[in-house]
């Protein structure tokens, strides 16, 4: 792809090393573990380790690409998840018959 293709791309040319550097400075390791769901954020998390797993593990790439445009968008600020009473069902949206 040349360079005119991708002037819509928010990432191009961003290395993944930057992506995540700006999450971990703006959202902080905790609230990126619970936000992509990944062991590398979780357990001992460095930048390091991090950058070896997402650049071997395109899944989870992809997760932190999409969390970092999320991010860049419309900012970042915790909400606390409301939690449900023991024993009272989830309520789903029905679906339209």
Not at 14 to 33: F, Q, R, T
Not at 45 to 53: C, D, G, N, R
Not at 89 to 94: A, C, G, L, S, V
Request: net charge positive; aromatic share 12%.
């Amino acid at each position: 792809m040349s360079d005119h293709e991708q002037v819509n791309n928010p990432l191009h040319g961003v290395k993944l090393a930057d992506i995540l550097e700006y999450l971990v400075e703006n959202v902080g390791w905790k609230y990126l573990g619970e936000e992509v769901n990944i062991n590398c954020f979780t357990h001992d998390p460095s930048i390091k380790s991090s950058l070896k797993f997402l650049r071997r593990t395109p899944w989870a790439r992809e997760k932190v690409e999409r969390f970092y445009l999320h991010v860049l968008k419309r900012g970042y600020s915790r909400r606390e998840k409301p939690k449900r009473e023991p024993g009272k069902p989830r309520y789903y949206k029905k679906k339209p018959e």
